[in-house]
């Protein structure tokens, strides 16, 4: 596996340097509602290029619609979202905003790469016939660079002598590292990681959040984790957002949040956190 123990050295475009850049994402006023349900009552959010942004928050906080909505797997009830130029649910059309077509949205979708929680590999293909599907598919490349860039890309997640197994013949922390790679082909400008280890064994986790941190070397993809994982957010993340009851309640480096925050929810879920972890 090409990924780096050496923890500490991750290379990360310094903070100040992020924000002077333009925000390659814009949540405005974003609220979202399931039903008579609020589960997102407002977040402004703004995330810069290269930046490193882990999600926290109690159950049901919101978390993962958060993330959905910006892989436009789910629409917001009000407010605005923004990806690169482009706003994502809503296109101007002559001189009016209309809501947007399932081609713009595909444009949009395009420059996002997704891992969830469970892996959604396709199971009757092999690992590099799963990983070379979204660009000969989605981006119509031909299948020789497709094939090249994919096996780079197996390789870069350790798993290089894989590539013509099929997924149940993978541990889940191998399947996990797939869907990394099945993503990053698509070279993504902006990666979202779901809970991605919170189904797996805990031997097996250690393998994903290495493969996570050898990604974040990459200093031009944004990334947005949503963990469990304190401490490895406590690493990787140039900023952490706390959210609770659908707002987001606290945010700031992980020293800020994690360290000296004195928001009492916080304080709160971090006690409950660290309670149930044994820590
Ligand atoms: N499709 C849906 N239909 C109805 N309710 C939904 C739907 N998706 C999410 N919800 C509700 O919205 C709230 C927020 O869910 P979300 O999954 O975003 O929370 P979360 O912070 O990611 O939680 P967890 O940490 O448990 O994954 C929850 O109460 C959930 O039940």
Same mark, same amino acid.
């Given at each position: 596996?090409?990924?780096?123990?050496?923890?500490? +050295?991750?290379?990360?475009?310094?903070?100040?340097?992020?924000?002077?850049?333009?925000?390659?994402?814009?949540? /405005?006023?974003?609220?979202? &509602?399931?039903?008579?349900?609020?589960?997102?009552?407002?977040?402004?959010?703004?995330?810069?290029?290269? /930046?490193?942004?882990?999600?926290?928050?109690? &159950? #049901?906080?919101?978390?993962?619609?958060?993330?959905?909505?910006?892989?436009?797997? *789910?629409?917001?009830?009000?407010?605005?979202?923004?990806?690169?130029?482009?706003?994502?649910? +809503?296109? +101007?059309?002559?001189?009016?905003?209309?809501?947007?077509?399932?081609? %713009?949205?595909?444009?949009?979708?395009? *420059?996002?790469?997704?891992?969830?929680?469970?892996?959604?590999?396709?199971? %009757?293909?092999?690992?590099?016939?799963?990983?070379?599907?979204?660009?000969?598919?989605?981006?119509?490349? &031909?299948?020789?660079?497709?094939?090249?860039?994919?096996?780079?890309?197996?390789?870069?997640? #350790?798993?290089?002598?894989?590539?013509?197994?099929?997924?149940?013949?993978?541990?889940? #922390?191998? +399947?996990?590292?797939?869907?990394?790679?099945?993503?990053?082909?698509?070279?993504?400008?902006?990666?979202?990681?779901?809970?991605?280890?919170?189904?797996?064994?805990?031997?097996?986790?250690?393998?994903?959040? *290495?493969?996570?941190?050898?990604?974040?070397?990459? #200093? /031009?993809?944004?990334?947005?984790?949503?963990? %469990?994982?304190?401490?490895?957010?406590? /690493?990787?993340?140039?900023?952490?957002?706390?959210?609770?009851?659908?707002?987001?309640?606290?945010?700031?480096?992980?020293?800020?949040?994690?360290?000296?925050?004195?928001?009492?929810?916080?304080?709160?879920?971090? %006690?409950?956190?660290?309670?149930?972890?044994?820590?």
């Amino acid at each position: 596996m090409s990924v780096t123990k050496e923890v500490s +050295k991750i290379k990360q475009t310094p903070q100040s340097d992020k924000i002077k850049q333009k925000p390659i994402v814009m949540y /405005e006023d974003v609220h979202k &509602s399931f039903g008579d349900v609020e589960v997102l009552k407002g977040i402004n959010l703004q995330i810069k290029p290269g /930046e490193k942004l882990a999600l926290i928050g109690p &159950s #049901g906080s919101g978390k993962t619609t958060i993330i959905r909505m910006l892989m436009t797997l *789910e629409e917001p009830t009000e407010g605005n979202i923004i990806v690169g130029d482009n706003n994502l649910w +809503k296109v +101007k059309k002559d001189g009016e905003f209309k809501r947007a077509n399932e081609k %713009h949205l595909r444009k949009v979708r395009g *420059e996002i790469g997704m891992v969830f929680q469970h892996f959604n590999l396709f199971p %009757h293909m092999t690992i590099l016939q799963n990983c070379m599907t979204g660009p000969v598919q989605v981006k119509k490349e &031909s299948k020789a660079s497709a094939r090249e860039r994919s096996i780079q890309m197996l390789e870069k997640v #350790g798993l290089g002598d894989k590539l013509d197994n099929y997924p149940n013949q993978l541990s889940g #922390g191998q +399947k996990q590292r797939v869907a990394m790679a099945r993503a990053l082909v698509m070279r993504p400008r902006i990666m979202l990681f779901d809970e991605v280890t919170s189904a797996l064994d805990p031997e097996l986790v250690g393998e994903v959040l *290495e493969v996570i941190r050898d990604i974040a070397q990459d #200093g /031009e993809m944004a990334m947005v984790l949503v963990t %469990h994982e304190m401490d490895f957010a406590q /690493e990787i993340a140039d900023r952490i957002v706390f959210l609770e009851d659908g707002v987001i309640a606290e945010e700031g480096t992980p020293t800020e949040v994690l360290e000296q925050s004195t928001n009492e929810r916080l304080q709160s879920f971090l %006690h409950r956190f660290r309670s149930s972890n044994g820590n």
